[in-house]
């Protein structure tokens, strides 16, 4: 089980290279490097100042390059005029690029990996001249776990959440732990809830839109009935969430381009159907 878990790091590695190498030559998506978090920021033909600032964060083993590619987020976001940051995680950061989202100075608003996205969204922000102090995230996998951690800690600037093959906030606070959750282990989504809103002080509201493969073995679909549980009970209601649980689908993005890694290209369009929901409604 270990070597073949290698073995997959690896494969995973040389295809996102492969997908960085295929977006060197973008100047629309250029390479930048804020108090030592290197990150993309994709901005369009024509961007427009008052509209929210997407970021999107990649899942384990992937890079922004290899996570724009197979999610086509940037040719979605440049029909809207949207600017998107793609934080990168590095193998300094975590071995296989995770996120560490279980990490507990993560799950703070001014600590761990959280603060410092919140910390670039802000520099982005003010460097782009944006007027819209707005953020939409969309996460995948370990990106997804850090997706609901910054609308937690952040409630009054994220406006709107996308997670494919995430889960809920706080249930792990160690790397075991973070493995027992993606099991389907030690899940509630009430009790999520509840350690959400305690993180400001306040129950974040935004806007979401949640997918998930019914045949992800990596992390198990218990994650997202866990996730929609909680945020239901910080709404009051299911009106401002969006829920997709995709037929035959595992550990991946929904309707993706097959050259990036972890896509289900047959799928459902995922990015555009999370846009149109959190962004153009």
């Not at 995973?12 to 492969?18: D, E, K, P, V, Y």
């Not at 995230?137 to 093959?165: E, I, K, Q, R």
Request: positive net charge; hydrophobic residues 40%.
């Amino acid at each position: 089980m270990i070597e073949r878990c290698r073995v997959g790091v690896v494969a995973g590695a040389l295809a996102a290279l492969i997908a960085t190498a295929a977006y060197a030559g973008d100047e629309q998506f250029p390479r930048g490097v804020h108090q030592g978090r290197v990150y993309r920021l994709y901005v369009p033909p024509a961007p427009a100042a008052a509209r929210p600032l997407v970021v999107a964060l990649h899942g384990c083993s992937q890079t922004p390059e290899d996570f724009a590619l197979g999610t086509r987020l940037n040719r979605a976001a440049g029909r809207r005029g949207l600017r998107v940051l793609y934080p990168a995680q590095g193998p300094f950061d975590n071995p296989a690029r995770c996120w560490n989202w279980f990490a507990v100075q993560s799950q703070r608003p001014a600590g761990g990996e959280t603060g410092e996205i919140l910390t670039l969204v802000r520099e982005v922000q003010h460097t782009q001249g944006a007027t819209d102090p707005r953020v939409v995230v969309l996460g995948f996998s370990a990106g997804g776990y850090m997706a609901v951690n910054l609308a937690c800690a952040a409630p009054d600037l994220v406006v709107g959440v996308g997670v494919s093959a995430g889960g809920p906030y706080h249930c792990a606070d160690s790397a075991f732990g973070a493995v027992a959750c993606m099991r389907g282990e030690r899940l509630d989504g009430v009790a999520a809830a509840g350690r959400c809103t305690a993180v400001t002080g306040k129950a974040p509201t935004p806007r979401v839109a949640l997918w998930h493969g019914d045949g992800d073995s990596v992390v198990n679909p218990a994650n997202h009935t866990a996730l929609v549980a909680m945020f239901t009970r910080l709404h009051g209601s299911p009106a401002r969430i969006q829920t997709r649980l995709v037929p035959g689908m595992g550990h991946a993005w929904s309707g993706g381009d097959p050259r990036g890694t972890h896509t289900f290209p047959s799928g459902p369009d995922a990015t555009e159907s999370m846009l149109g929901f959190l962004v153009d409604q």
